[in-house]
């Protein structure tokens, strides 16, 4: 899985626990990337990506159990990454945002939800 946004459109704009969270102007989303050798479950990430775009505590965000199965996100994740899938998206609504998870590792996070 691929760590690598494309920078010349993205921006980053945050650091979520040690992560940077980059933005997308033209399309007003947010990415993240995940690797199958980090230290946090692909649902803890996605959590403080979350937080970090809607600039709130992690806390104060619904639990992503209420949307999907965090265990069931990170053993997809898991099954993507073992083996080294590059297609492959699951898209789900969390905490007023869009989220798109990608094969290749990129959260994108949409908070105007249009997408």
């Known amino acids: ?15 979520a626990a040690g992560r940077t969270v980059y933005r997308d102007k033209n ?3 947010y990415h ?3 690797t199958d ?6 649902s803890t990430v996605l959590v403080l990506a979350v937080a970090s775009v809607l ?7 619904e639990a992503l159990s209420t949307r999907v199965d965090p265990d069931a996100l990170d053993a997809l994740f898991a ?3 073992r083996h080294r ?11 007023d945002c869009t989220i798109s998870c990608h094969a ?6 949409d908070p105007s939800g249009d997408r």
């Open 79 to 81: 099954h993507w990454g």
């Open 1 to 15: 899985m691929s760590l690598s946004p494309p920078s010349d459109e993205l921006t980053p704009v945050d650091d």
């Open 55 to 61: 600039e709130t505590d992690p806390e104060e965000l």
């Open 85 to 95: 899938l590059k297609d492959g998206t699951a898209s789900f609504r969390f905490a």
């Open 27 to 29: 399309r007003d989303t």
């Open 32 to 34: 993240v990337w995940w």
């Open 104 to 109: 290749s590792g990129e959260l994108v996070v």
């Open 37 to 42: 050798s980090d230290p946090e479950a692909v």
